[in-house]
């Protein structure tokens, strides 16, 4: 009795021994050794004859490597070569013996000596304004970085970042176009000059929309019966929140069949205008509205008048919500105040007949060119 | 099959009643015969193959989707 615990406790202890398995009645013990910069010896031992292959690749980047012992035998050793320095491998070893029957090892892992050569660990954006980006790039190496960017892929601006070799890096990308597509490539190099270029990458600038969270007057103060929106702020604002959430981000109008609707948008200074957006529900938009423009919120000019909604681009809000997106150019005319208006009694379309109302999720305004900005304003 | 980025090759023939016949590393394609197979030099040198120590080592690279190869060497019978 006491032998049989013995032979037990020997084969619990074999079958948990890392690096070994045991299928098909194969036994397979594995070690790696001889490791050096670029090289490392693998080798295993079976307890019958077999073939076997070791396969190998870094941790951080799977790849296809293979070497395989040809020969039938009960212990076998391999050369790793061409591996990158200073690198964490896996490896497994598959053996099969003269019946066919097949084995592995568990996976296990060994390090080559040496530096290992830079590599991007993290590589984002960090922050965006309307004309600068902060790239942020973790490297494993202390590194210098080359920075390409530009429109496209064909990078028309470049830097070299200043300074010591590190491995935290930010890059502040500044002086570009508000509301633009740009993408960017970098090159680490390490001390000894070994280099790591990234994959190309993208951002867009934040967009210049100076209408942005400023105040909103009107009579968009309505909300469709929904328990599902929002109450927790007012709905007037929501016209310039940046949200076009239905839930969130809409304001509905009074009855446009009994008085005029409109919404003020105060920007705080007089501005050039370049253009304006105008984001409606699909399922309630004006057919006839005016884009009106004031330095005092008393004496207006039409920008444009006779809009028809109808006639803007589909878009989809930030919940999936069908919109209409027009654009009204501004032409570089001045104003601090921008109104949405629609006349009483005006086309209107409307998903349900007894709806009297029009519905905003949005009012963009863009500046014609942040130099020709007038501080001050009101007159 | 997926592409093999790198494939080594070893193998340790018995050489109990034979021996390594010296310069008869080659490699070819699938199709190839040991005349037409490229030799390669014994030494640890740059090329892809190498008699070390009584294993012949070929070191294939990278290996395409669906392709192949053949690898060589000679023993003499004694």
């Known amino acids: 009795m006491k032998r049989l615990k013995n032979r037990i406790w020997i084969l619990l202890i074999v079958c948990l021994m890392p690096g070994l398995s045991w299928a098909e009645g194969i036994k397979v013990a594995v070690v790696a050794n ?9 080798q295993w031992e079976t307890n019958v004859e077999t073939t076997g292959q070791v396969l190998y690749h870094p941790v951080r980047e799977f790849q296809n490597n293979l070497a395989i012992s040809i020969g039938m035998s009960t212990t076998h050793t391999v050369g790793l070569r061409k591996l990158l320095s200073g690198t964490m491998y896996q490896y497994q070893v598959r053996v099969k013996d003269t019946q066919g029957h097949t084995a592995a090892s568990e996976w296990a892992a060994f390090t080559t000596t040496g530096i290992p050569l830079p590599l991007f660990e993290e590589l984002c954006v960090g922050s965006l304004t309307k004309t600068s980006a902060i790239i942020v790039a973790r490297t494993n190496v202390p590194t210098k970085l080359w920075v390409e960017y530009g429109t496209t892929t064909i990078y028309n601006n470049n830097l070299m970042v200043r300074g010591e070799l590190k491995s935290f890096h930010q890059i502040a990308l500044d002086g570009l176009k508000p509301d633009k597509s740009y993408h960017f490539q970098l090159t680490a190099y390490d001390n000894d000059g070994h280099e790591i270029i990234s994959s190309d990458h993208e951002f867009t600038t934040m967009e210049d929309n100076i209408g942005l969270y400023m105040p909103t007057t009107g009579t968009f103060r309505e909300c469709p019966d929904d328990k599902y929106i929002s109450r927790d702020k007012g709905f007037l604002e929501r016209i310039t929140d940046g949200d076009t959430s239905y839930f969130t981000g809409m304001a509905t109008s009074g009855d446009v069949t009994l008085q005029d609707q409109f919404v003020v948008i105060d920007l705080g200074i007089i501005q050039p205008i370049d253009r304006i957006k105008v984001y409606w529900r699909k399922l309630a938009y004006s057919k006839d509205y005016s884009i009106r423009l004031s330095n ?6 039409v920008l444009d008048s006779g809009i028809n909604a109808c006639n803007g681009a589909d878009e989809l809000s ?4 069908p919109m209409k997106m027009i654009i009204t150019q501004g032409g570089g005319a001045k104003a601090r105040f921008v109104q949405v208006f629609v006349p009483c009694g005006s086309d209107f ?3 349900h007949e007894d709806w009297r109302f029009v519905q905003l999720m949005e009012v963009k305004v863009y500046p014609c060119n942040l130099q020709d900005v007038i501080e001050g304003g009101g007159d | 099959m997926a592409a093999i980025q790198s494939l080594i090759i070893t193998d340790k023939p018995d050489l109990t009643h034979a021996e390594y016949a010296t310069g008869s590393l080659r490699m070819g394609t699938a199709g190839s015969t040991y005349e037409t197979a490229v030799g390669k030099s014994d030494g640890q040198d740059s090329d892809e193959a190498a008699w070390d120590g009584g294993i012949a080592i070929f070191d294939a690279e990278t290996i395409p989707s669906k392709e192949g190869g053949r690898v060589y060497f000679r023993v003499r019978i004694r």
């Open chain 1, 34 to 42: 001889e490791i050096a910069k670029h090289y490392a010896q693998v």
């Open chain 1, 296 to 301: 005092d919120n008393e004496n207006w000019t």
């Open chain 1, 318 to 321: 930030d919940t999936g919500d």
């Open chain 1, 349 to 351: 379309f409307h998903k």
